[in-house]
């Protein structure tokens, strides 16, 4: 601002220059000036709607394509004789130089958007990186059972997280859905799964792992946030215990290719300080499969607008002869991009498959 009064006093050869800057006439100041400030009030709301012209002062407004930027001012151009009123010529030349001065704050403030832009993707790369460390980067090993798994987030930071974990010698697994996507749901997302990391240690209820979970969201999110969340134990002998808080229905896929729903048992986490949730027991058979997934899944659309949905899911992997996790995973989601025609998907998407193996099978996990 002061380089640009000191130029324009050289220019026209006035007693008082001064910059005014704001969002509108009323919060606008003089961020640099030489001389008296020309302008009360009234003067600056004028000059910023349609600028002044007269003898003694020209106030003309900073035009930008997003706006009035603020306003330049002039005024008592020197003469032999003291001053002199501005010629046509003065009033053209502040013209060009307001456009000067416009041209260069637009590209100063573009500038300062794309470095503000470039810090924001360093960010969002880096909560990306952390996020995808929260994901098991190998799982546990359980003898008798294999695991696979896919996540892929809609933005860079995912509000679908998943966890497994060992626990008294039982595997415990949980998906979460955190309502909206980006980083605000990705730090709900996280929030939960260290929840539940720190609670599965001490507590042998799920039940009462998703109810403390719950108490803790009403209070520290936003009413809008919300998340399904779907925990469940396993046995090395098969016994399944779940708990679905407003989750997909977990499925789970018996040998002989029938398909049995888990439906949810409450509400989804943060929405009700007193909710209350139900767990569920089941036992797996070898050869028998668990599915956990997100709605990015069910919810996945063809051109028509269509949804894939949880019977779709079903039925997938009901239709495959003796399927493996891994193969689970990937016809699930071949079909489904299969079924959207390539396009991507508009959620946060993430699928967990557990497999009792049968006697002699492989038992590494994926």
Request: hydrophobic content about 45%.
């Amino acid at each position: 601002a002061e380089e640009v009064i000191s130029h324009l006093v050289a220019l026209l050869g006035v007693r008082s220059a001064h910059l005014y800057l704001g969002d509108d006439d009323a919060s606008a100041v003089s961020v640099g000036g030489f001389g008296p400030a020309p302008l009360d009030a009234a003067e600056l709301e004028r000059a910023w709607r349609e600028g002044i012209r007269s003898d003694e002062l020209v106030a003309l407004p900073l035009e930008a394509d997003i706006g009035t930027l603020g306003v330049l001012v002039v005024a008592d151009k020197e003469a032999r004789a003291g001053t002199e009123p501005f010629a046509a010529n003065d009033v053209r030349q502040l013209e060009l130089f307001a456009i000067q001065v416009t041209v260069a704050m637009e590209f100063a403030r573009l500038t300062q958007e794309s470095l503000e832009r470039e810090r924001m993707r360093r960010e969002l790369e880096v909560a990306a990186e952390i996020q995808a460390y929260l994901y098991p980067q190998r799982f546990p090993d359980f003898a008798g059972y294999r695991l696979a798994a896919r996540s892929s987030p809609s933005l860079q930071v995912a509000g679908d997280t998943y966890d497994v974990m060992l626990h008294d010698g039982a595997l415990i697994i949980t998906v979460t859905d955190v309502s909206g996507k980006g980083v605000g749901a990705g730090m709900i997302a996280s929030s939960v799964h260290a929840a539940v990391r720190l609670l599965a240690q001490d507590l042998t209820e799920l039940e009462e792992v998703a109810r403390r979970i719950n108490r803790y969201l009403v209070t520290a999110t936003e009413d809008n946030r919300f998340a399904t969340f779907a925990i469940f134990r396993l046995a090395s002998d098969g016994g399944l215990t779940v708990v679905n808080a407003g989750h997909c229905p977990v499925l789970i896929r018996r040998r002989d290719g029938s398909v049995q729903h888990i439906e949810s048992s409450g509400l989804p986490l943060g929405i009700l300080g007193k909710a209350d949730y139900t767990a569920v027991s089941d036992h797996l058979e070898p050869g028998d499969l668990v599915l956990l997934y997100t709605d990015g899944l069910t919810e996945a659309e063809d051109p028509d607008e269509q949804e894939f949905g949880v019977d779709r899911v079903a039925q997938v992997v009901a239709d495959m002869d003796r399927p493996t996790a891994e193969d689970a995973c990937s016809e699930l989601l071949r079909i489904v991009e299969e079924f959207t025609c390539g396009r991507p998907l508009q959620d946060d998407a993430t699928l967990l498959v557990v497999e009792r193996l049968e006697e002699g099978g492989d038992r590494e996990n994926r």
